[in-house]
C-alpha cells in the first residue's frame, strides 16, 4: 500500500487529498521501464465543505472518478494513466524509475493450453492400457 498526494476537481471545486492505493507492477507492460498500475483506492482528507457529487481524482500520472456522497469517497477502485501528468506525477516518476529493483521484462510468449488427457479405456480404445 502506498499513501500518495493527490488532487480532486469536480463539481466546480478543486481540492488536496490522500490517495491510499495499492501499487502493483504491470508484467503486461511492454519496455524497459518499470510500469506500475493502482488498484484499491481510497482517498483520504479533503475539505468538509465539497459538495456531495462526482469528481476526478488525479496522482502519480494517473487519474480515477470518485463520488462524494455524505461526506465520504466512494471509488471504484482502479486508476488509469492519466495524459496530462498531475501535479507530483514527474516526482513519482522518478522515484519509480531510479528503483534499484528495476523492471523484470517477460520475454516467453503466452503458453498454449495443454491437450486434454484421456484417461479411459472407453476414450482411448480397449488397447491403450496394455502394458
Known sequence: ????????????????????????????????????????LALI??????????YIVYFA???AVVTRRNGKWLSPGIAIPDEAHAPGADEEA???????RGRDPITEEPKAEPPAVKTSPQRNGPRSFRV
Open 1 to 40: 500500500m502506498v499513501l500518495l498526494p493527490g488532487i480532486v476537481r469536480g463539481m466546480g471545486q478543486e481540492a488536496e487529498v490522500e490517495v491510499l492505493s495499492r501499487r502493483m507492477q504491470d508484467h503486461n507492460a511492454s519496455g524497459a521501464l518499470l510500469v506500475f498500475r493502482y488498484v484499491d
Open 45 to 54: 482528507g479533503g475539505p468538509a465543505e465539497l459538495p456531495d457529487g462526482d
Open 61 to 63: 500520472g494517473f487519474s
Open 94 to 100: 522518478e522515484a519509480v524509475q531510479a528503483s534499484p
